[in-house]
């Protein structure tokens, strides 16, 4: 089954606006990361929040972690049209750290110019 | 540029052929992965390898082969592929597993088409 889901699944903003993003996952983790990926590209590491970690951020990028809830989110603040793109969670999990990361479907981004 | 590189970028293959995606990092990173990514799925890992041991099949058919002479290199031989393997397939590197905070940097990509 899925360990990370996105939602929403698509959001189309203005630019200037600012975008969040949530996850949801089943089991423990030692960490939650954020990836963007461009149309048809790789994937870009954003940001990693460890599981004792609450927030993070990272220029325009905030990131909050709730273990008890099993969720996290990415806020995108002063969003650009160059922030149109996927954006993915992937949980590295508990005790077997096998570098296995879990991927969710993702939220397709669209800001508007 | 993330330091990962794959080749080729595009691919067209038979359901006949033989062929070989070539991974190549140059981030003096001892772990190696091989994801799919289908329209509509989420991203699928299939090979993982550290310090060029394989310490993961996610129970791939055996028509995908991977390769991992060193730990900068990353191979995927095709072989009587399926259409429904048509996918981006993406390679990507990381510092080892078993490092606390795995951030893993990805190659661009190859498209791969099966007729």
């Known amino acids: 089954s899925q360990q990370g889901e996105e939602d929403p699944q698509a959001l189309s903003i203005q630019e200037g606006e600012n975008a969040t993003m949530n996850c949801s996952y089943k089991?423990?983790?030692?960490?939650l990361q954020w990836y963007r990926q461009n149309s048809g590209r790789g994937l870009v590491h954003l940001i990693l929040?460890?599981?004792?970690?609450r927030e993070k951020h990272s220029g325009r990028l905030r990131v909050t972690l709730d273990t008890s809830k099993k969720s996290s989110s990415l806020l995108i603040t002063a969003s650009r049209a160059a922030d149109t793109a996927s954006y993915f969670c992937?949980?590295?999990?508990?005790?077997?750290?096998?570098?296995?990361?879990?991927f969710g479907q993702g939220t397709t981004l669209q800001v508007k110019p | 540029e993330t330091g990962v590189t794959q080749t080729p970028r595009h691919l067209v293959m038979g359901m006949t052929n033989k062929k070989s995606l070539k991974c190549e990092q140059h981030?003096?990173?001892?772990?190696m992965y091989w994801y799919k990514q289908s329209a509509k799925k989420p991203l699928e890992l299939m090979f993982v390898?550290?310090?060029?041991?394989?310490?993961e099949n996610n129970s791939v058919p055996s028509r995908f082969s991977p390769e991992c002479p060193n730990s900068s290199h990353l191979f995927l031989h095709l072989h009587t592929l399926q259409p429904e393997d048509s996918a981006l397939y993406l390679c990507?590197?990381?510092?080892?597993?078993?490092?606390?905070?795995?951030?893993?940097?990805f190659g661009p990509g190859t498209r791969l088409t099966v007729l």
């Open positions: 990507a590197s990381s510092l080892a597993t078993g490092t606390s905070g795995n951030e893993q940097f």
């Open positions: 992937a949980t590295d999990r508990g005790s077997s750290n096998t570098g296995k990361l879990i």
């Open positions: 089991t423990s983790i030692n960490n």
């Open positions: 390898y550290n310090f060029k041991e394989q310490t």
């Open positions: 929040i460890r599981s004792n970690e």
């Open positions: 981030l003096g990173h001892n772990a």
